[in-house]
């Protein structure tokens, strides 16, 4: 009777471990940290205080991501603030996480305005609140900014980017074209470039 063998065990497929996007945010935790800063940050400083705090600060998402959402919610209609806290809340949470963080964002805003409305015509004969409002406007500049900075160092250091930039600014800051023809034009001449460039780098692989 012959000895019975051990079983061998079975090879099994290594599987790979699924890639790490970042970590895993709960919704209250989202809804707050967007809520935050609707109440902290106004204007054109909500870009600016997203990259600190969403980017830099908690790492939810990375840097490359938060360039690629600028450009989006700069093109696109309606509020980039509004349409940057809906880019980054789906890329952390998918879209119940776009949702909660614009809820998050305009909520402070809305209500808000709502106070100061009622309180406008009553304040608007003081002098200081010109002051006010002039400081916040300034700072506002200020911060934005600072973050095309951020934002420009990002960017491949090539001529074609820095001619583009240049343009842009020229006719929309000196020359004050509207924004459509601008990036009618601006968008597709951008996209194209960087389709190239790509399959170059493809191609000399």
Not at 34 to 43: A, D, E, I, Q, V
Not at 91 to 105: D, E, K, N, P, Y
Not at 143 to 164: C, E, Q, S, Y
Not at 192 to 201: D, I, S
Request: contains cysteine; proline residues 7%; hydrophobic residues 55%.
């Amino acid at each position: 009777m012959e000895a019975s063998q051990p079983d061998k065990p079975e090879p099994q497929d290594s599987v790979p471990a699924p890639p790490v996007v970042g970590p895993v945010v709960g919704l209250w935790e989202l809804f707050f940290a967007f809520f935050r800063l609707g109440l902290m940050t106004f204007g054109g400083a909500v870009q600016s205080w997203l990259r600190q705090d969403i980017i830099l600060r908690r790492k939810w998402v990375d840097e490359d991501a938060f360039v690629t959402g600028l450009s989006m919610a700069t093109v696109l209609p309606g509020a980039n603030p509004v349409n940057m806290s809906l880019y980054l809340g789906m890329r952390i949470r998918g879209g119940i996480g776009g949702a909660v963080a614009v809820v998050g964002i305009v909520l402070p805003a809305f209500c808000i305005i709502l106070l100061l409305g009622l309180a406008f015509h009553r304040l608007i004969g003081f002098p200081i609140v010109h002051f006010v409002l002039a400081g916040l406007a300034a700072s506002g500049v200020g911060v934005t900014f600072f973050t095309a900075l951020g934002v420009a160092k990002r960017l491949p250091r090539d001529m074609f980017n820095i001619v583009i930039g240049v343009l842009v600014f020229v006719a929309s800051a000196i020359l004050r074209l509207p924004m459509v023809p601008i990036v009618a034009v601006s968008v597709p001449l951008s996209i194209g470039y960087a389709y190239f460039q790509v399959k170059r780098a493809r191609d000399a692989a």
